[in-house]
């Protein structure tokens, strides 16, 4: 209610939905996992469920931490609650176990933390296409426009609903700025590693 009529959608007003969707898709996410790791059987569960599953009730502290942690409270990105305490106590970038030719496992760490500085990069440079794209659409092509009262007498129903797609297109990589910068900043804090790759290389996604 507040977002519609007393912010009146100011293009640089102080929007706090965004904040409150993500802590929404956090709270909803934990509590399945929660579901998943108290409530049902392990042999229900596939693989997936079984390494997200939460198996105890959280503190207070790691809560709070989860939902309002810093890197994450203006646009997510939305993880699971295990990956984000394994990153607070600094498990993050073990090696996951993997079987030898010998037949025995190996749960050997990497002889150093693996850097990010690619994965930010390249999603820095991301983000400045996003802004570029999105303040020069913009220009041509302002939403203010579908309803300009000329505009909407003159022009035929084909031409408004293409101009209000094209128009509502060139907002769009505003929310992809805001989703990378976001995945950026979780990685630049060493947040957002998810193993190697086949070729030994550190992933970032």
Known sequence: IIRVYVLAGEERSADFSGPLMVITQKITKLAFELHDGLARDKNELNASQKSLAVRRIPSLLEYLSYNLNFMGILAGPLNSFNDYISFIEGRNFEMRTKPLANGKKSNECPPHEPS???AVGRKILICAVCVFMHLSLLEVF??????DDTFMVTASIPRRLLYLYISLLACRPKYYFAWTIADAVNNAAGFGFSGYDSGGNPRWD
């Open 142 to 147: 302002p939403v203010s426009y579908n309803t």
């Open 116 to 118: 990010s500085l690619g």
